[in-house]
C-alpha cells in the first residue's frame, strides 16, 4: 500500500505526529510520503501535490485541511484518514489518542467508509466555461465588499425560483450544512444524505428562507448587473471573480469523498460538544 500524509504546517503538533505516522507505516508494510500543507496552497492553481498513486490519504489537522484532501482525492475515489488537531473534528474525527488503534484497523479491513457528498460548480460566461471547481462544504457566491447587497436570479431545473437580494448565496452540502450555511440560519442536515442547501446571506427580504434541493436536478444562479464586485468561493479555499451576466451551474457530482472511521455518532457527538447541545430546561 502507498500513502501520502499531509501536514499542516499551522498545527504545531502536526510535524511531531507525522514522524510517529511515518514510523507506524513502515512497521506495517506502507509506503508513504509527506506534503506539508500551508493553508494558502489550496488557492493556488499549481498546488505541488498529486493525489493519484496512493491508496490513502492521511490528513494531520483541521477540518480545512480534511477539505483540501477531500477535494483532491474525491474524484480518485481515495479515501481519507482524519487525524483532528483542531478545533470542531466534524470532518476530522480520529482523536490524537486513538489514531494508532483506528489505523491498524484500517489497514486489516476492520473500519467503516463513510460516504460525502460534494457540490460542484461551473461558471459559464458567454456561453463558455470559464471555471470549474467542487467544494465538500459549500459554494458561496457573494459581494466582495462586506455589507454589499448584490442581485442573483436563481432557478432550480430551468424553473425559475426569482432575485435573491442578498449579501450573497450559500449552497452547501449535507457536509456543509454545520458549517458557514448554519451560521447564516440554514439547517443542519445529515451528512449522508446527497443533498443541496440553499442559504441567503443578510437577505433584504424577510420571506427568503433556506431552500434543500435534491441531488437530481441542476441549480443555476445568474450575477446581474451591479457596481459590486462579486466572487465565488469553495470550502472558503479556491476563489473565483466573477462578473455581470456569469451564470453558475451548481449540481451533486457523481464522485464522492469517502472518509475513513467517520462513525454517524462521532458527528453527533460533535454536534452535542460543539453546538452545546445540553438538553434540558437549559438547553
Request: negative net charge; proline residues 4%; glycine residues 8%.
Amino acid at each position: 500500500m502507498n500513502c501520502l500524509i499531509v501536514v499542516n504546517s499551522f498545527k504545531k503538533a502536526a510535524s511531531e505526529l507525522g514522524n510517529d505516522v511515518v514510523v507506524f507505516l513502515k512497521d506495517n508494510n506502507v509506503s508513504c510520503s509527506q506534503f506539508v500543507y500551508d493553508g494558502n496552497c489550496a488557492k493556488n492553481d499549481d498546488v505541488n501535490v498529486s493525489f493519484a498513486g496512493y491508496d490513502f490519504v492521511i490528513t494531520l489537522g483541521g477540518d480545512g485541511t480534511v477539505l483540501f484532501a477531500c477535494r483532491g482525492c474525491a474524484p480518485l475515489g481515495i479515501p481519507v484518514f482524519a487525524i483532528n488537531l483542531g478545533e470542531f473534528g466534524f470532518l476530522a474525527s480520529v482523536q490524537v489518542y486513538e489514531w494508532k488503534q483506528k489505523l491498524f484497523d484500517y489497514l486489516h479491513g476492520k473500519s467503516c467508509l463513510n460516504e460525502r457528498f460534494l457540490i460542484q460548480a461551473e461558471v459559464m460566461r458567454s456561453g463558455k466555461t470559464v471555471f470549474i471547481t467542487s467544494g465538500m462544504n459549500d459554494i458561496v457566491i457573494s459581494s466582495t465588499a462586506s455589507s454589499r447587497l448584490i442581485n442573483l436570479n436563481v432557478a432550480y431545473k430551468w424553473a425559475s425560483l426569482g432575485a435573491f437580494k442578498a449579501n450573497g448565496l450559500i449552497i452547501s452540502s449535507a457536509t456543509g450544512s454545520t458549517g458557514y450555511s448554519a451560521a447564516a440560519g440554514g439547517p443542519i442536515v445529515e451528512p449522508s444524505l446527497a443533498t443541496m442547501l440553499l442559504t441567503p446571506i443578510s437577505s433584504f427580504s424577510l420571506s427568503a428562507r433556506p431552500l434543500v434541493f435534491g441531488p437530481d436536478g441542476e441549480l443555476a444562479i445568474t450575477v446581474m448587473p451591479s457596481r459590486v464586485e462579486v466572487g465565488l468561493s469553495a470550502d472558503c479555499q479556491i476563489e473565483f471573480a466573477l462578473q455581470s451576466n456569469d451564470t453558475v451551474i451548481l449540481k451533486v457530482p457523481e464522485y464522492k469523498a469517502y472518509l475513513i472511521c467517520s462513525e454517524q455518532e462521532k458527528f453527533y457527538a460533535a454536534l452535542q460538544s460543539k453546538l452545546n447541545w445540553s438538553g434540558g430546561p437549559r438547553a
